[in-house]
């Protein structure tokens, strides 16, 4: 069986699948309990500065978004950070750590942005024995106003000034969590390098209304007739953190960046690809407050299984592996050319395929009175839409057309060898470019 | 066990109150809330969908099932209503695995169809709760129609008439209206009174008189009719049943199974109705399982089903007999009665064993019987009636006869294939074809 211990900035765990900084992690109850069920290391859910605890609303404070079967896909919260007095949570860190010495144990912080507050707040952590801290630039809602959480995760600068009095002030490795709602996150990560992070983590939560009542025309989750917005997460997220942790892993200023993978992380799966696009682990919240602890069992079976499969003996070896097929639109390739193909076996002629093709593509499935569905391969452009929408797996593949065959949409051989855009006739700029 | 359990003879009250009610309650409970969400979930929302073209009334499926995915379950009920103005009772009583469930591209899948019918059902119900009627009549045409039969064919006629401004008299001979839904559909298929509700309902539309007790051929004439009307539509089902040939057929407890489950569907008490000990139905279709289950859940004992053919033969769909099977009726094939034996009542049955040609292999046997009902199968009737073909009323297009102005369909009409739900079809399209024709 695969090896998935990681070592993640020194920090060690015996596998990747840590619970994100959230209420799964607020405190020992849970944390003892899911450290019993497996799980490799928690973020403990953020503290704030000593004194009079935070308060939550007192009625509902997340809101969801379903697919089929009421599937959870995506969930919004306007929570905000624990609630509950700093040295409650103090004690009750230091009790689990000594009691799991072998399991991860992150602290993640968000105080006033003055370095004596940070100054003050950090010996009481290293105190506990915790292994790191992850700062919180991230969440959206109810901190920010106060000019915490993602306020200062939209500031390039205050992230690295940030950063820099917690690295001054502390010996615990330190990982900065990035907030999703900018327009470029290489910045913010470039900041938290600057300001000398041992790594960063993403995303965070998503500004977002999940959907109105429209009885009472409110935003939901609706507090006394009104609503705000609050912050997205689950597997409706994964795609928009997959890309954020891909523009880190690949800008080469980055590349050495270590990255904790958090957004929608819902089984191995999820995990694995994470890790592929440069995550050295992974955080999970969403997934874990819909199925409970036990799934990080699945987690494990399923990726130690899955690196069994493809040889491979230890988690790093998995870590960036498709980082370098990472590319951009100009740079692939015009002269591969691919033709769908439906499996007349497995195909239940449904015909979404046809309604997809017909009415919103290429017009390149033909339907027959007996309800036979084929790819007109002289229209067939291999946009994937009826892959997509088909409701049996692998019922429509892709496949590749060889060098040499003739594309009857075209009417053209299909070329062996690589040609983008940037070289292409049809590009104003292609002669500038192949310069 | 109860000594009446045993007890031989005809006679009433072998299972308590609680055993009838629980017998005799929904085939399949209507779905919850939450079970028709999930339910609805797993349609694909086909493209033409096949579904659509096995629904004899072409009720569009996948957009009522999105409908009540999307929480407008009432909407889901006027698309449904729109097409077939039963479909309460067609959702209760379509043989839906022969159907629309067949044709599911769900069903090819995975062996389990999206549960069309029940969905229907979910969607009609919630409406009819309401007592919304969801059509409204077109301004009055001044036209009068007669519809004769108030079954399923001429119910749905009539409300289609109505409902594009004409007035539409119905007649029907027996005391209430609603034909077979009232009178022979299985009571466990419509229950809590159903098919009396759904007419009370349909009639909402206003602009149809409902004219019971009335009999065409004996109270009024066909050519009166047609004298005092612009059209009209014959919806007379299957008035005969098919005769048993066996000598000692006319001996007592040898009875319909029509008349047998008509009695059952309109007595107060099932507990005063009497049954046997030992009970054998002949025939091989949906009346002949509706005769045998329905005799079982009164408590008769012993209930067998004699069909003279193979069984991949019966008219009774795989899953009826199945169902038939799972109430402790025994189905045996390939036999034939010879000869009903008994002192002035029947005591037993003899049959003899057919080959597939239907020839006798001249091995018999005799069966315990104290009531014998035949499922014989039935037949038209009543004089002066347009042209037949194959003994029933010949029709061309949608439901034109022999003659002028004068439509037919469902059973009565050849070339049905005697579901409610083609009757409804026939109805309909029969109201479509008379508004055109009296337009022009
Ligand atoms: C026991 C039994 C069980 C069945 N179960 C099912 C089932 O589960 N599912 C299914 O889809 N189908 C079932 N069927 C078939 C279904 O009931 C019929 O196909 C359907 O009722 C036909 O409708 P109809 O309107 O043509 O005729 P009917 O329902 O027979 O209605 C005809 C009406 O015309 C009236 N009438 C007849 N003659 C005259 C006259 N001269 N003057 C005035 N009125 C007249 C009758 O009183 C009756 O009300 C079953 C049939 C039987 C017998
Ligand atoms: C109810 C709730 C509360 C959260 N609170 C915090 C928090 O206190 N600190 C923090 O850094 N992130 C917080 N998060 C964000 C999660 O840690 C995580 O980044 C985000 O949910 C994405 O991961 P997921 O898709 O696995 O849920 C919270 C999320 C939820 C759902
Ligand atoms: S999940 Fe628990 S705390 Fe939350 S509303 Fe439901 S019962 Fe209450
Ligand atoms: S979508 Fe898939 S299953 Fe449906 S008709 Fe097309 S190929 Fe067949
Ligand atoms: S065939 Fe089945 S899945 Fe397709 S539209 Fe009809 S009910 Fe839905």
């Not at chain 1, 009542?213 to 795609?239: M, N, R």
Request: proline share 5%.
């Amino acid at each position: 069986m695969a090896d998935l211990t990681t070592d993640f900035v020194g920090i060690k765990s015996p596998n990747p699948f840590w619970l994100a900084s959230a209420p799964p992690t607020d405190k020992e109850y849970n944390v003892r309990r899911a450290f019993e069920a497996g799980w490799g290391g928690v973020v403990w859910k953020t503290l704030g500065e000593a004194g009079p605890p935070i308060v939550n609303v007192n009625g509902p404070r997340y809101g969801a978004i379903w697919g089929a079967d009421r599937r959870l896909l995506g969930l919004n919260n306007i929570e905000l950070i624990t609630d509950r007095p700093l040295e409650v949570n103090l004690r009750e860190i230091k009790a689990v750590k000594r009691d799991y010495p072998d399991r991860a144990m992150v602290v993640s912080l968000m105080v006033p942005c003055e370095e004596e507050a940070w100054k003050a707040i950090l010996p009481l952590v290293e105190e506990t024995g915790a292994d790191g801290v992850e700062l919180n630039f991230g969440c959206p809602h109810g901190m920010s106003e106060r000019g915490m959480g993602s306020a200062v995760g939209q500031v390039p600068e205050y992230i690295e000034m940030v950063t820099r009095w917690v690295k001054q002030n502390t010996r615990m490795p330190c990982i900065v969590k990035l907030t999703p709602n900018i327009t470029d996150i290489k910045k913010p990560a470039a900041a938290a390098l600057a300001g000398g992070a041992d790594a960063v983590s993403l995303i965070n939560t998503i500004n977002s209304i999940t959907s109105v009542d429209l009885d009472l025309f409110a935003p939901e989750p609706t507090i006394d007739g009104k609503g705000a917005h609050g912050g997205y997460c689950g597997p409706a997220v994964k795609p928009i953190a997959l890309n954020m942790v891909a523009e880190i892993a690949r800008t080469p200023e980055l590349a050495h960046l270590p990255i904790s993978g958090i957004g929608g992380v819902t089984t191995w799966r999820d995990a694995a690809e994470f890790m592929a696009l440069g995550a050295g682990n992974v955080q999970v919240c969403t997934a874990a407050m819909t199925y409970g602890f036990k799934i990080v069992q699945e987690m494990i079976s399923g990726l130690s299984d899955y690196m069994d499969k493809k040889g491979m003996a230890a988690t790093s070896e998995l870590v960036g592996r498709a980082v370098p097929n990472l590319s951009d639109w100009q740079h692939l390739n015009l002269n591969y050319v691919a033709k769908a193909r439906i499996n007349q076996d497995l195909c239940i002629s449904c015909g979404r395929c046809f309604a997809a093709c017909e009415d919103t593509s290429h017009q390149a499935i033909s339907m027959s009175p007996e309800r036979v569905f084929e790819v007109k391969d002289d229209e067939c452009v291999a946009c994937n839409l009826c892959v997509n929408v088909c409701p049996v797996e692998d019922c429509i593949t892709m496949e590749q057309m060889p060098a040499g065959a003739v594309d009857p949409r075209t009417g053209r051989k299909v070329a062996a060898e690589y040609a983008n855009w940037t070289t292409h006739p049809n590009n104003p700029g292609a002669v500038k470019a192949a310069e | 066990m109860d000594a009446k359990a045993l007890a031989e003879g005809v006679i009433a009250g072998r299972l308590n109150a609680d055993e009838l009610a629980a017998g005799f309650t929904d085939l399949h409970a209507p779905l919850t809330d939450h079970e028709a969400v999930v339910a609805a979930d797993r349609c694909y929302f086909c493209h033409d969908a096949p579904c659509i073209t096995a629904c004899p009334t072409d009720i569009d499926i996948p957009l009522f099932i999105r409908q009540i995915a999307t929480g407008t379950p009432d909407a889901a009920a006027k698309t449904i209503l729109s097409q077939n103005i039963l479909g309460g009772m067609c959702a209760r009583v379509c043989p839906t695995e022969t159907l629309c469930e067949e044709s599911c591209v769900r069903e090819m899948a995975e062996g389990k169809p999206v549960e069309i019918g029940r969905l229907q059902r979910y969607a009609t119900d919630g409406l009819m709760a309401k007592g919304v009627h969801p059509f409204r009549r077109a301004d009055p045409t001044g036209r009068k129609i007669a519809v004769v039969g108030a079954g399923p064919a001429g119910l749905a006629c009539a409300h289609r008439l109505a409902m594009k401004g004409h007035d539409v008299v119905v007649f029907d001979a027996r005391e209430k209206p609603g034909g077979l839904n009232e009178y022979g559909i299985a009571a466990y298929k419509s229950t809590e009174d159903f098919a009396a509700r759904e007419v009370d309902w349909l009639m909402q539309i206003g602009g149809i008189q409902m004219q019971t007790g009335k009999a065409v051929g004996r109270d009024i004439t066909l050519e009166e009719l047609r004298a005092d009307h612009d059209a009209v539509f014959l919806g007379i089902g299957l008035g005969g049943v098919n005769a048993l040939s066996a000598p000692g057929a006319e001996k007592d407890g040898v009875l319909d199974a029509v008349g047998f489950i008509a009695d059952l569907r309109q007595t107060p008490d099932l507990s005063a109705l009497p049954v046997g000990r030992d009970v054998v139905v002949i025939g091989g279709g949906m009346t002949a399982v509706d005769a045998a289950v329905q005799s079982k859940l009164l408590g008769a004992l012993n209930v067998t089903i004699v069909y003279r053919r193979g069984r991949a033969r019966m008219n009774a769909s795989r899953y009826e007999q199945e169902l038939a099977a799972s109430k402790g009726v025994r189905i045996i094939c390939n036999a034939s009665p010879v000869a009903v034996h008994g002192n002035g009542s029947v005591r037993e049955i003899e049959f003899e064993y057919t080959d597939d040609a239907l020839q006798p292999t001249g091995q018999t046997f005799r069966l315990a019987a104290d009531q014998v009902f035949k499922a014989i199968g039935q037949s038209l009737t009543g004089a002066d009636l347009p042209d037949l073909a194959g003994g029933k009323i010949a029709v061309t297009g949608a439901g034109r006869t022999s003659l002028d102005g004068v439509w037919a369909g469902g059973d009565c009409a050849a070339g049905g294939e005697d579901l409610t739900v083609t009757a409804v079809a026939q109805g309909r399209d029969a109201a479509e074809d008379i508004h055109a024709a009296l337009a022009t």
